[in-house]
């Protein structure tokens, strides 16, 4: 039998057997791994950064991944656990002397050698294509191939000099194994982090109390002496409260023994005469006048 037309079908395209595994290309994962950013999709320009779980990013790509966290981005999900800019680390590569790149393919008929990297081991001189594992150091951002650090035992970088640990090293676009070990190290660290903080802010919370406490109660000193600034502005106020009330008491005190020792001095008549308190500057009532008609300031 045929179907419309005179066609006739084959076997196959009748009967649907079981789907064919389709198999990733090696090379062009590996190219896809290290040569292009893993959030954009673009080719890898500098600066370049890695990611707690060994993934390469553009730092471009990064900085706009969180400004703008959009549910539509769907290569977001290869970044979430990336919170802020501080759990990245920028690497610190070494350029590949070999590698011309686009200089020499002007006209479009050049052979692109996919084997040839653009940065190598700065140590032993393997190029970072893939067929060599890299790790970098998340205390300096220096990137090694991990022959280098197994030949070369040290605690300190091979380029900066700068010390690290076992948990600083971090391996570079790794199988699964390794991802899943990273993020087991990546959440410890998250957490050791956290309580850091909180025992940093109780203890800057209990000093401000104390200090708050102290300054509300002082101590006996404070209370019986006080500053000796104070001191010093009271005592001066009471001395110049208490000049003038002595002065005023003195004059009085002054005139009286003045009067006193006047009527009682041995000086002459005529001398005497001269202050009222003397007899002969004194009136009888018969020289004064009648009260109402006559004050005793006119003469």
């Not at 010390?163 to 050791?192: H, P, T």
């Not at 025992?199 to 500053?227: I, N, R, Y």
Request: charged residues 35%; hydrophobic residues 30%; glycine residues 6%.
């Amino acid at each position: 039998m045929g179907c419309d037309g005179g066609t006739i079908p084959k076997r196959h395209e009748l009967v649907k057997g079981p789907k064919k595994v389709e198999k990733v290309d090696k090379d062009a994962e590996l190219v896809a791994q290290w040569n292009y950013c893993t959030l954009s999709q673009e080719i890898l320009r500098r600066p370049i950064v890695a990611c707690e779980l060994g993934r390469l990013y553009n730092k471009d790509a990064v900085i706009e991944f969180l400004l703008d966290k959009s549910s539509e981005k769907a290569l977001g999900k290869a970044a979430s656990h990336i919170k802020s800019i501080k759990n990245v680390t920028e690497l610190r590569l070494s350029d590949n002397p070999a590698w011309e790149g686009d200089k020499g393919n002007t006209k479009g008929d050049k052979h692109d050698d996919l084997q040839r990297a653009r940065f190598i081991c700065p140590v032993v001189g393997l190029e970072m294509n893939g067929r060599h594992r890299f790790c970098f150091l998340r205390c300096c951002g220096c990137v090694f191939s991990e022959r280098a650090l197994k030949e070369i035992k040290a605690e300190v970088c091979h380029t900066c000099g700068t010390a690290f640990q076992e948990d600083d090293v971090i391996v570079l676009n790794g199988s699964k194994e390794d991802v899943e070990v990273l993020k087991s190290r990546m959440e410890e660290r998250r957490l050791r982090a956290k309580l850091e903080k909180k025992t940093k802010k109780s203890k800057a919370a209990e000093s401000v109390s104390k200090s708050d406490v102290s300054e509300e109660t002082p101590g006996p000193s404070k209370m019986k002496t006080g500053k000796p600034e104070e001191t010093n502005l009271d005592t001066r106020e009471k001395k110049t409260n208490s000049a003038p009330k002595s002065a005023a008491a003195h004059g009085i005190a002054s005139g009286k023994a003045a009067k006193r020792s006047i009527a009682d001095s041995e000086e002459s008549e005529a001398y005497k005469s001269l202050f009222t308190t003397h007899s002969s500057a004194k009136r009888s009532k018969e020289e004064s006048a009648h009260w109402v008609t006559h004050t005793s300031y006119c003469f």
